[in-house]
């Protein structure tokens, strides 16, 4: 057994989710994964006991890496006062990182690992859901601050707040099909302008009924 | 050589795309499809020269249906006479059959074909890059048409129109680390307001700066 440390499961690690998020997880073999790290079987048994623990592992790092950048986004726009403009500056955030996030990676890990039903049923997505409630909660606060101090009903606070996984993780599945990484950006900005026309709307008592829309003026 | 008929194709194509679906296409064997799909061998490899072979006819069919699908929006909403009112009613279309659509599936099958890097090289995606343009051109004329009603500035139209593809791309992924297929309704229904709040905005000579949004009132 090699005397293995922090270092060799990083490398491993980095190599494996590398794979995983170009060829998917079933399509991804351990010894692929030691070649691209240049370790030993033996390393990596040391460190995980079966490839599905392997997957929970880079899950489990990933996780606290998406939190990470929440936490980020939540501290650059700490200091925007108006709770409306920092929904804006939140999302402006991410769109101002997007080339940096695109260049690293060709998709999200979560939708490699959210495609294997055995890594659904195992608890590993369990640990996606926990950073989807996590950028939920924080979001949604955000989001009812904004609406607050605008007297405006953004209706379902927690689905929009969810609006932006699920921005993230489609545009993802966009540059993937379309081998254009720009998109992540582009849908970024999209997302950024429709809520800023949604905290622009009318306050709460003066708007319109949901579907009817606007008179033109 | 057993007799093989469009019944017996349809029916392996099935039983691929229930398994690919719920446990990814690396983790899917023939066998599997054989078993599920109560078939031979023999008649599998009449109709399909490969696994690979397999996954292109199953994409195939799935853009077929999904371009069919977005046909069904356009023809539905087709008799809506202000074209602003019809991109809501567009929208509404697909959130009135959310349920019918996760009841039939746990995610998109476009997840499952993009995970894997063998199907995105070889040309699998591009049949998938071709059902996001069919869906993006008409989206787009959908978006123009209401901009130009309403003398809005959308921005850019195209990825507006990317957004739909998206917001179902994404929601799917958060139905399936939910295990809450009721967030496909939910996202979809938070597109239809984000969109009618985008098309009840101010039109272009009044509109405030984009990024400064509307003084409390």
């Known amino acids: 057994m090699p005397k293995d440390g922090t270092i060799n499961r990083e490398r491993i690690l980095d190599a494996a989710q590398h794979l995983v998020i170009e060829n998917g997880f079933a399509a991804t073999s351990v010894d692929q994964v030691l070649r691209a790290a240049g370790t030993s079987k033996g390393a990596f048994f040391h460190h995980f006991g079966s490839k599905v623990d392997l997957a929970r592992a880079l899950t489990e790092r ?26 804006v500056a939140f999302v402006r955030h991410f769109e101002d990182s997007a080339e940096e996030v695109m260049s690293a990676q060709s998709n999200c890990l979560y939708v490699a690992v959210l495609t294997e039903q055995q890594l659904v049923s195992n608890g590993t997505a369990d640990l996606i859901r926990h950073a989807i409630e996590v950028w939920r909660t924080a979001i949604a606060e955000l989001l009812s601050a904004a609406a607050t101090s605008r007297d405006l009903d953004l209706g379902d606070v927690e689905a929009l707040a969810d609006h932006v996984f699920v921005t993230f993780e489609g545009a993802f599945l966009l540059c993937r099909s379309t081998g254009s990484p720009e998109h992540m950006r582009a849908q970024l900005r999209v997302l950024r ?23 033109v003026g």
Do not use: F, H, K, M
Request: zero cysteines; glycine letters at 6%.
């Open 62 to 87: 990933y996780v606290t890496a998406d939190i990470g950048q929440l936490q980020a986004a939540l501290d650059a726009t700490a200091r925007v006062s108006d709770p409306a403009d920092r929904v």
């Open 193 to 215: 302008r429709l809520l800023t026309a949604a905290l622009s709307a009318e306050p709460v008592g003066r708007e319109a009924s949901e579907s009817a829309g606007r008179e």
